[in-house]
């Protein structure tokens, strides 16, 4: 009976310290939204590694350190070749890794560009990440399972408040319905087609480029058929001669923050980067009097 004792106490003890000095899985994200969404499911176990916090995936080179810990790390997700080439060129058949355009449970839509690539911004479509939370959760559920309750209550109480957020959105889509914009670069369609935020146009065809000379001038050609107009940059992004194509008192520039390069990494990004998108369109639209006229609008006119 003493030895059964002592031998259940060693045991306890032994399973105690294998716990606490167990190696954490290691978990890369490449971009600040799903590092974020990572982060969040993560909360209590571990933190996942950020790859690119002040640099676009356009910028972005890999470095020695980063390329050895993609080729060490239990688990890379990154959204696919379309946005982080210089990723894909490290990565190799071995790495065990998660590419999220090609998850047929997201809605991912074909570039304005060409019909033969994906566009990759599907994280601005709030109900895109909705599902991400899912598919995220099951990753690092099937790679560290000792932690599932964990993972499963981090799950839970992030679809609540991405789910809160897409509220929010859908009830409040007539701020960022008010208006027709331009903007530099094609970031923005998964926005566009889950909020009725609309756009004219776009000078840059590929977010990695500047303005194409030709749509400079056809932009500033057609802003003489319209009022006061706004237009949205992106956070990183070049924006060169954009002077080329705007008329100063005509043009409200607004700048958009869809990699969250000036927010701090961490749970809460996600949903401050798609806030502050939001307000700063609707802001914009409210500073130059737009006001929505959808079908809704019209009704209610029609019945006043």
């Given at each position: ?16 310290t ?18 974020s ?34 080729k ?7 959204m696919?070749?379309?946005?982080e ?48 939370i ?16 964990i993972f ?24 960022i ?6 903007m ?20 840059s ?28 940059t ?27 390069l000036?927010?701090p990494?961490?749970?809460e990004?996600?949903v ?18 737009a ?6 609008a019209?009704?209610?006119?029609a019945?006043?």
């Open positions: 009976m003493f030895y059964r004792l002592i031998l259940s106490l060693f045991l306890g003890l032994f399973s105690l294998s716990n606490a000095t167990a190696k954490p899985i290691e978990v890369v994200a490449t971009i600040k939204p799903i590092h969404l990572l982060s969040s499911l993560m909360q209590g176990v571990g933190k996942p590694t950020l790859l690119m916090e002040k640099v676009t995936p356009y910028e972005y080179i890999p470095s020695a350190q980063d390329q050895a810990l993609l060490r790390a239990d688990l890379v997700v990154w696919g070749p379309e946005l080439k210089s990723v894909a060129d490290v990565l190799t058949p071995e790495t065990k890794n998660y590419e999220m355009l090609s998850d047929t449970d997201f809605k991912v839509l074909p570039s304005r560009k060409s019909d033969d690539l994906r566009d990759p911004y599907m994280w601005l479509d709030v109900r895109n990440a909705e599902v991400f899912d598919a995220l959760y099951n990753q690092i559920e099937a790679i560290d399972p000792k932690n599932k309750k499963m209550k981090n799950r839970d109480a992030l679809k609540y408040k991405v789910a809160a957020l897409d509220r929010k959105f859908e009830f409040g889509f007539r701020g319905a008010a208006g027709i914009s331009w530099y670069h094609d970031t923005q369609q998964y926005f566009e087609q889950s909020y009725a935020f609309k756009t004219r146009g776009f000078l065809e590929n977010p990695a480029e500047d303005a194409q000379t030709e749509n400079l001038f056809k932009m500033r050609a057609a802003l003489s058929d319209l009022d006061k107009i706004c237009f949205f992106e956070e990183g992004l070049t924006e060169k001669n954009l002077s080329l194509a705007i008329i100063q008192d005509q043009v409200k520039v607004e700048k958009l923050k869809s990699f969250g000036s927010f990494a961490g749970p990004l996600y401050d980067l798609m806030q502050y998108n939001y307000d700063t369109i609707a802001n914009c639209y409210a500073s130059i009097g006001k929505y006229s959808g079908p809704q019209s009704k209610l006119k019945q006043n």
